[in-house]
């Protein structure tokens, strides 16, 4: 199994919603991480977990906060968001934090209104 | 830090010729660079990769080269088909992961 999977695959929200998006890997990989990807634009790293611990914040605003409640779940959630914050947001996870393969999941189209 | 340049940002060709992409990168401790095709609607999927130990590598259709003097990786897709098109990232690590920084991307259309 060489999958990462995200749900929902599209989100539709308000800015005074909470919502959030899950990610799941089972191939024991010990670093997972979030990104953020707009239109026609390479993804950006957000948040990066090591070892269940979150290890860097890329500086990323407090309305998303990330969790990582195992080894294999990692979820984003949603509050307060901005029009602006409407992007696909990718979950990837790799054997660890050195240079491994990255693997990515099929990611989050999120829109807020 | 680490700055990847990406050429060209759209490439057309026709079914079963070769396509080409390079990349520049900045940062000589750069030692891995992997390439990933992302189709629409979907995530970034790796497709191959290469190490700064190594010059060339080639998994059937695919191959990339490194030159690390000149400091620049190239993609080479032959016999492209129509099922190649996509966007394609290339992309460079130091160390970790969290350094890895992508290339701005190249939309290739391959037209049958």
């Known amino acids: 199994d060489t999958e990462v999977t995200q749900t929902p695959k599209h989100l539709v929200m308000g800015m005074t919603n909470k919502k959030s998006l899950k990610c799941e890997q089972h191939m024991g990989h010990r670093a997972m991480y979030w990104y953020k990807q707009k239109a026609k634009k390479p993804p950006e790293l957000m948040f990066v977990?090591?070892?269940?611990?979150?290890?860097i914040n890329e500086s990323v605003p407090s309305r998303f906060s990330p969790e990582c409640p195992n080894s294999s779940l990692l979820n984003l959630h949603l509050h307060a968001l901005q029009p602006e914050d409407s992007a696909l947001y990718l979950c990837?996870?790799?054997?660890?934090?050195?240079?491994?393969?990255?693997?990515f999941g099929q990611g989050t189209r999120l829109t807020v209104v | 830090g680490e700055n990847v340049e990406q050429h060209p940002s759209t490439l057309s060709v026709q079914e079963g010729d070769s396509a080409v992409i390079k990349c520049t990168y900045s940062?000589?401790?750069?030692?891995?660079f992997p390439w990933y095709k992302q189709e629409l609607g979907k995530g970034p999927q790796l497709i191959i990769d290469i190490r700064s130990n190594v010059g060339e590598k080639k998994d059937q259709r695919i191959a990339v080269t490194l030159n690390k003097t000149a400091k620049h990786f190239s993609l080479h897709i032959t016999e492209t088909q129509p099922e190649d098109s996509a966007v394609y990232f290339c992309?460079?690590?130091?160390?970790?992961?969290?350094?890895?920084?992508f290339g701005a991307g190249t939309r290739l259309t391959v037209k049958p």
């Open positions: 977990y090591s070892y269940e611990k979150l290890s």
């Open positions: 990837a996870s790799s054997l660890g934090q050195t240079n491994t393969e990255a693997f």
């Open positions: 940062d000589s401790a750069s030692n891995y």
């Open positions: 992309a460079a690590s130091m160390t970790e992961i969290n350094d890895m920084r």
